[in-house]
């Protein structure tokens, strides 16, 4: 990470428009600033105890650790790998429709949420 913000400011110096590009995809995703919330706006009230998610799934997300140790079957999220990690599968509908998160939610997340989403998780998922 570190290295690649270097060589993006050698790069910016050179070509100040790809920078930009690049720049934004490396922010650095926050759990508590960029992905507790949509968590909390779009997912708490079924992944909590006394949730329809919670009671079916065992995943409760209250907290990064709960979020972390996943379903009663196991992890959701693969830190570094947003392709295989469960929880970016079924918000982007890459399952089958009957399970796509929200559940029973129109449309489903807005791009912008699976992209900080994913963009969290490819970093390594951190308590950050
Ligand atoms: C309206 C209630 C509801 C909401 C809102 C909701 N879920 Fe769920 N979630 C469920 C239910 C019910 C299940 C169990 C589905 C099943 O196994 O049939 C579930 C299961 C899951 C699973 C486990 C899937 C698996 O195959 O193991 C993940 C991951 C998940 N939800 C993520 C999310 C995320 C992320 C959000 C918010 C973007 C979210 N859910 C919002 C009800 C909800």
Redesign the pocket.
Known sequence: MKNGILQCATLCAALPLLCTATAATMTQASYKRDVSP??HD??L???EPG???Y???G?D?RTYQSLMK??R?GA?IKPGDSFTS??IQ??EGR?HP??K?????NG??SKQ?IAV?KRWVDQGAQDN
């Not at 998160?101 to 939610?105: N, S």
């Open positions: 949509i968590l779009y997912c009230n079924c992944h949730g329809k998610g009671q079916k799934s995943l997300m996943g379903t079957f959701v469960i929880l079924v918000v399952v009957s399970i998160m929200p559940y029973g939610m489903g997340l949420h989403l």
